[in-house]
């Protein structure tokens, strides 16, 4: 086991040498991915102080306001991904459709990110953060994107909290680093994390409960509340899923009459997460069937987000399923 401390390139170079058929392709996907961050948090640091909160007039393809520390974030995340030259193709929630690096033409993989997930907490000065998912360049189409969540070679976010840590996964468990500011290098603090089986914590926006559309929902956060739950809500997926991967419990955002489908996205938000979550040991479900085992249809897709520990979610599925 990686011992606390060890720096984040090491741990990626010895992932590496546990198969003697990696070609490095990977690590250096994911080096991009830890320099675009870093430079992407050392920007939301200084939100504060330089003129580049408040909104840019624009919106996104999701019809939100975007925030300038969006679109920055978006533009850092092409330039490293771009330049790395291992992705073949890149979609963001930030843009309507994904583009095609002229450097990653030969690149073995694919990635979908929301650069900086939770913006409407930016100006507010609540965790934030980046979430990826990487997966393989099967046709070298547009098509590759619709890959069920199970078949990803990698998922991750980094949160912008308190401290700045990247939480990853290629498929052999959950390990989290933290930034060191001091000398800019994220270091394993959390070996091999998982969610605990059960959690005392329940995450949903309530103010919506007359609109969820699964029925027996209400009876079930009901039932969790006779049994001492307590609630926590940021709105900010990164954080709430964050927490719920080290505290346990559920965090869910369901289908309502507004959003028939739920409000998060398939591609750079539930599949990465129900990813990390079920590395970990807990469970993701649409509330009708594993995320990982859901086909995209379309690179902006929306589904209903249950996930966290098995108790909870098992619970929950006797309730809505
Ligand atoms: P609501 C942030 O805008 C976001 O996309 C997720 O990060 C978060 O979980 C969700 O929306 C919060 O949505 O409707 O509860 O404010």
Excluded: C
């Amino acid at each position: 086991m990686a011992e606390i401390g060890m720096d984040l390139n090491r741990f990626i170079l010895e992932e590496e040498r546990k198969h003697p058929q990696a070609t490095g392709s990977l690590s250096i996907a994911l080096t991009a991915i830890e320099t675009a961050t870093k430079i992407i948090a050392s920007h939301v640091r200084q939100a504060g102080l330089v003129d580049i909160l408040g909104k840019t007039g624009k919106v996104n393809v999701q019809g939100e306001e975007v925030q300038k520390l969006d679109e920055l974030a978006n533009e850092i995340m092409i330039e490293h991904l771009s330049d790395s030259g291992e992705f073949f193709a890149l979609s963001s929630e930030e843009m309507e459709e994904p583009i095609f690096p002229e450097k990653g033409k030969n690149g073995k993989y694919i990635i979908s990110f929301d650069p900086l997930d939770g913006s409407s907490n930016i100006d507010v000065n609540v965790s934030i953060g980046t979430i990826f998912s990487i997966h393989k360049k099967v046709k070298a189409t547009v098509e590759d994107f619709f890959q069920e969540g199970y078949k990803q070679v990698a998922a991750g976010y980094v949160i912008y909290g308190s401290s700045t840590m990247l939480v990853y996964s290629t498929g052999n468990g959950v390990n989290g680093f933290t930034l060191d500011p001091s000398v800019g290098t994220f270091l394993l603090s959390h070996p091999n994390m998982k969610i605990p089986e059960k959690g005392k914590i329940y995450s949903i926006n309530e103010a919506n409960a007359k609109k969820w559309i699964d029925k027996g929902l209400v009876d079930f956060i009901e039932s969790l509340k006779e049994k001492g739950y307590t609630t926590r809500y940021i709105g900010s997926m990164v954080a709430d899923v964050h927490r719920t991967l080290i505290k346990g419990g559920i965090f869910a955002y369901p289908a309502d009459k507004k959003n028939p489908n739920g409000k998060l996205r398939l591609l750079y938000e539930a599949s990465p997460m129900a990813f990390l979550i079920n590395q970990a040991g807990g469970m993701a479900t649409t509330g009708k069937e594993d995320i990982l085992k859901v086909k995209p249809e379309n690179i902006h897709q929306r589904v209903p987000v249950f996930l966290g520990s098995k108790t909870e979610i098992q619970e929950l599925l006797t309730y809505i399923s």
